[in-house]
């Protein structure tokens, strides 16, 4: 179904670090798909110690590489527009730590 637009921006989000990065968007009615996502990314990184990269954090960029670095969404009557199931998540690999993000809005106000 396509919409008519009237506030033509958008936000695009930047993360900063190597192994943070960007939001993703996908299903939040059910926790289960994060769950679900979490043991995928654990499975696609297996044993970290087969890597070269010595500091044991091998995954985290290998992760960070096929997820990416930024998001950018449009913005709609003042609001993110997100499908109705979708919600934004940070994806933090190599953490907890205390990261920063950079957040622009792009576009005219109307």
Known sequence: MLQTVHDPRMLHEFSVRTKQQRDFIDVNADPAVVADLLRAYAEMVGDETRF???????????????????????????????????????????????????????????
């Open 52 to 110: 070269k990269h010595a500091e044991g954090n091998s995954g985290a960029h290998a992760l960070t590489s096929l997820v990416g670095p930024s998001v950018t969404l449009p913005i709609h009557d003042g609001r993110l527009s997100l499908g109705r199931w979708q919600a934004i998540y940070l994806c933090e690999f190599d953490g907890p730590r205390e990261r920063s993000l950079q957040v622009q809005v792009l576009g005219a106000l109307s």
